[in-house]
């Protein structure tokens, strides 16, 4: 079992930045990816960045590629999710969650979820 907390969500103007934080609580997160997700108003949640625990690779969809940036403190549990140049279309609740799988992009490759952070992006 992981309880995934996030935090650093808020409100930004276009090509703002903003930092969310997803700190892991519970079984060892160590043998885990942490991916963060995103579901904009009436539409299906989406990957946007995840990481593998145990060395640090990571990968993101292309829509973020370049401007986000995904990493990890080992001594805090967490997990960032750097985001930078955002736009009116990276509006949205970001959640964290936990893989077993690295490479995992599916919402259902996942299993333990946080209850969300919105980001808003003003134009």
């Known amino acids: 079992q992981v309880q995934l907390v996030e935090s650093g969500g808020g409100s930004v103007q276009a090509g703002g930045s903003l930092r969310l934080s997803c700190a892991a609580s519970?079984?060892?997160?160590?043998?885990?990816?942490m991916g963060w997700f995103r579901q904009a108003a009436g539409k299906e949640r989406e990957f946007v960045a995840a990481?593998?625990?145990?060395?640090?690779?990571?990968y993101y969809a292309d829509s973020v590629k370049g401007r986000f940036t995904i990493s990890r403190a080992d001594a805090k549990n967490t997990v960032y999710l750097q985001m930078n140049g955002l736009k009116p279309e990276d509006t949205a609740v970001y959640y964290c969650?936990?893989?077993?799988?690295?490479?995992?992009?599916?919402?259902?490759?996942?299993?333990?979820w946080g209850q969300g952070t919105q980001v808003t992006v003003s134009s």
């Open positions: 969650a936990t893989a077993a799988e690295f490479g995992a992009r599916l919402r259902h490759d996942y299993d333990f």
């Open positions: 519970g079984s060892a997160i160590s043998h885990y990816t």
């Open positions: 990481i593998w625990w145990s060395d640090g690779d990571a």
